[in-house]
């Protein structure tokens, strides 16, 4: 087997391993009963040890929310007037959408500061869980790629 | 004067930095500078005559499924900034002025080991590296033809729905942008009023800006002596771009008699279609045609045959077109959108205002019917060319920028 299909085997599989793995530790291996992981304390953790790890998440986080934000809020306020005229004016309700967006990334950015600063547990899994599950996403899509892609064109049987 | 040009991508034969990096090397170095260039793919024709290269890997994976990406890239894709350009992209950025800045920074680290440089040349790449880049000691200056906030723009005008929107915002890294533009040594912009686009855009101080016409080779640009046509209007950029206005054209076309026909130095259908369906609302297909994408002999060929050059465009940059069509001894129909303005004089061609078709028709009537004017208005536009946008000029203006930087630099300023 080409060494580039090793490669893409190993990607499929631990990517989807350690996804299986989180899906496992958090729904699977409690049952289901989530109230264990609320009553998780994680105040008795010295102030340094919490944030060395709750300040990263809370920055990746920030950042998407706040990319969500920006784009809301080009949309509400960018000026492209007039519009073209050859575009068929028909019923676009982006703006509208757009201060949804505004309003529920504003509301989890909030929701994020006020978990993290009473030391939730959920603010910082939640978080962790979406970030784990794009990078994993990302490795496994390309292993797929690697593993389906040919190399060569295949033999004209013709 | 040792001088390190970047660019992120450096193809000699489409897009407009490459051409810039070729030809600006090119000239410097016959001005007695020493030129080192770090390029990023698709690499430029061979500079070894005249510059040292250092070559950049980037996958241009950008608006390329997974499933389609070869087998060769995607076995490269784990590295930490291929990695980091695909997941960006795929989450529908354009990260490759990001991560070209991050690998220059750290391939330049290695350079200056053995090498020392008096300025580098930034080619509109702006990525968040370029600012650290600064703690080298060397003074930085970039070239922006006009901000990205006009193409945003001009996309965001086409755009509808939250979804498409979204992913025009993403796509342009105008945050990045703007905090490094700010930050340089020294904008280069092509026309004045860029001057202004760049102040409101980015915020950058006016006496940090310089003005320095872009080049063309006016040598290959040249009237090939071939028969004009009567009544040929030519039209040669992207038929996509909606800053370049063509519904304005067709619009004065309809009101045009019907022997004039117009020529469009682009793709047609099915690879594109926008002006394909503009076309068949105003019905014009028996005078408009499309040539597909030409060499540099049968663009030269095409531009001393037909009557009149016209660009009905909202804005440029620079308009790269005109300055040809000129230098072909070929008058030209322009709008005033943008730097069309400078680049054209008003005793090479008729400038109207943008986004006026009645005012477009009439000034390319007035230049239909009257040979003579074309004919003035020709031998003054190869005239205008050659002073003002041959390589030569532009790369001696460029030097004389390198210079005021340094020396502003080094004085501490």
């Not at chain 2, 040792?2 to 090119?26: D, E, T």
């Not at chain 2, 170095?29 to 500079?47: F, T």
């Not at chain 2, 996958?59 to 784990?78: C, G």
Request: aromatic fraction near 12%; charged fraction near 20%; hydrophobic fraction near 45%.
């Amino acid at each position: 087997m080409p060494r580039a299909k090793i490669w893409g085997f190993l990607a499929v599989i631990l990517s989807a391993g350690l996804f299986a793995l989180s899906l496992f530790s958090f729904f699977i291996i409690n049952d289901g009963d989530f109230s264990s992981f609320s009553s998780v304390n994680l105040t008795e953790l010295n102030s340094f040890t919490y944030y060395s790890a709750s300040i990263p998440i809370a920055a990746v986080t920030l950042w998407v929310l706040a990319t969500g934000f920006w784009i809301g809020w080009v949309i509400l306020t960018i000026k492209v007037v007039p519009p073209m005229p050859e575009i068929v004016e028909k019923k676009d309700n982006s703006k509208i959408k757009a201060f949804f967006l505004c309003l529920i990334t504003a509301a989890l950015a909030a929701l994020l500061v006020y978990g993290v600063y009473i030391r939730s547990f959920w603010s910082l899994a939640v978080p962790a869980l979406v970030i784990s599950a794009v990078i994993l996403g990302a490795i496994f899509w390309v292993g797929m790629a690697i593993i389906t892609t040919r190399a060569t064109l295949p033999v004209n049987k013709k | 004067m040792r001088v390190l040009i970047v660019g992120y991508r450096g193809n000699p034969y489409c897009g407009g930095q490459g051409i810039y990096i070729y030809n600006l090397s090119k000239e410097l170095a016959k001005l007695g500078a020493e030129i080192d260039v770090i390029v990023g793919p698709p690499y430029p024709d061979p500079l070894e005559e005249w510059a040292t290269v250092y070559k950049i890997e980037n996958l241009n994976i950008w608006s390329i499924k997974t499933k389609d990406i070869p087998l060769e890239k995607l076995k490269r894709i784990f590295s930490p900034w291929n990695f980091a350009d695909y997941v960006l992209t795929r989450l529908h950025m354009f990260p490759e002025m990001e991560t070209f800045s991050f690998r220059t920074f750290f391939a330049l680290k290695k350079i200056l080991k053995t090498k020392r440089y008096d300025i580098i040349h930034d080619i509109q790449s702006l990525g968040w590296a370029t600012v650290p880049m600064k703690g080298y000691g060397i003074p930085i200056v970039t070239t922006v033809h006009h901000p990205l906030t006009k193409d945003r723009e001009a996309d965001l005008m086409s755009n509808r729905g939250l979804w498409d929107k979204t992913t025009t915002i993403l796509f342009y890294p105008l945050v990045m942008q703007s905090f490094v533009i700010r930050r340089l040594d020294r904008v280069i912009t092509s026309f004045r009023e860029g001057i202004d686009e760049l102040q409101k855009a980015f915020g950058v101080r006016r006496e940090r800006v310089s003005v320095v016409y872009n080049g063309m080779d006016v040598d290959m640009f040249q009237n090939t002596g071939e028969k004009r046509e009567e009544n040929a209007l030519l039209f040669v950029g992207n038929t996509e771009d909606s800053k370049k206005g063509l519904v304005y054209l067709f619009e004065a076309m309809t009101m045009l008699p019907e022997n004039v026909t117009l020529t469009i130095v682009d793709d047609g259908p099915p690879k594109k279609m926008t002006a394909a369906d503009m076309i068949k609302k105003y019905n014009l297909g028996h005078r408009v045609k499309f040539t597909g994408k030409l060499s540099y002999d049968a663009l030269v060929s095409i531009y001393s045959r037909k009557t009149i050059l016209v660009m009905s465009s909202l804005f440029e940059g620079f308009g790269l077109p005109a300055v040809e069509a000129m230098s072909c001894k070929t008058p030209v129909v322009v709008t005033t959108a943008g730097s069309l303005k400078e680049v054209v004089s008003p005793d090479c061609g008729i400038l109207v205002p943008p986004k006026d078709p009645v005012a477009l028709k009439e000034g390319i009537i007035k230049l239909l019917g009257d040979k003579k004017l074309r004919e003035r208005m020709g031998e003054n536009g190869r005239k205008w060319a050659v002073e003002n946008f041959s390589w030569p000029v532009a790369a001696k203006n460029t030097l004389e920028v390198y210079k005021d930087v340094v020396r502003e630099y080094r004085s501490g300023k």
